[in-house]
């Protein structure tokens, strides 16, 4: 007969408590905002821009409160090019340029970010000290609305700075 007593299920061992808000809470009180990022190209801004762009990105994470967290994540999807084929008013070389692709693959990239705020206990734990591996009362930080308050504001303030430059964007 198995112990019933140390059965478990994964919704229990699950790291995020809920989706308020659009923002992402955990167990241990971190709150999280997730984006999609739209950047430019690589190697296709001028210096001027990049420097455009780095200024706001500066500006924005020092908007941010103590014990944030910024986390970016480019993702690379392989797929295959679809050209446009149709006859509606492009060039030779236009269309020829279409058809030399068609169906080739590539690497689509995604950029998503995902500020997070967190406690000052938190930040001290070591990445190995997991939600799997215990059980918990929830952090007092998860209840204090003013925090949650103060750190969405924050978080729309960032994506207005971001948003300022005509090269990126931030999509909630």
Not at 41 to 53: D, I, N, R
Not at 107 to 126: D, E, P
Not at 150 to 164: G, H, M, P, S, W
Request: hydrophobic share 35%.
């Amino acid at each position: 007969m198995r112990n019933k007593s140390k059965i478990t299920t994964l919704e229990s061992k699950f790291p995020l408590l809920s989706v308020e808000q659009g923002c992402m809470v955990s167990k241990d009180a971190d709150i999280t905002v997730a984006f999609r990022l739209e950047l430019p190209e690589l190697f296709t801004v001028t210096s001027a821009e990049y420097e455009a762009m780095h200024s706001a990105w500066h500006k924005a994470i020092k908007v941010l409160p103590n014990y944030s967290i910024v986390h970016k994540q480019d993702w690379f999807i392989k797929e295959d090019y679809q050209g446009k084929l149709s006859d509606d008013g492009l060039s030779f070389l236009a269309r020829s340029s279409e058809r030399h692709f068609n169906e080739r693959p590539y690497l689509h990239h995604s950029v998503y970010l995902f500020l997070i705020k967190t406690n000052k206990q938190r930040m001290a734990q070591q990445s190995n000290f997991s939600s799997l591996c215990r059980g918990h009362l929830l952090p007092k930080e998860i209840t204090n609305k003013d925090e949650v308050m103060k750190f969405k504001e924050a978080v729309d303030q960032f994506e207005r700075i971001i948003n300022k430059t005509e090269t990126q964007h931030c999509i909630f």
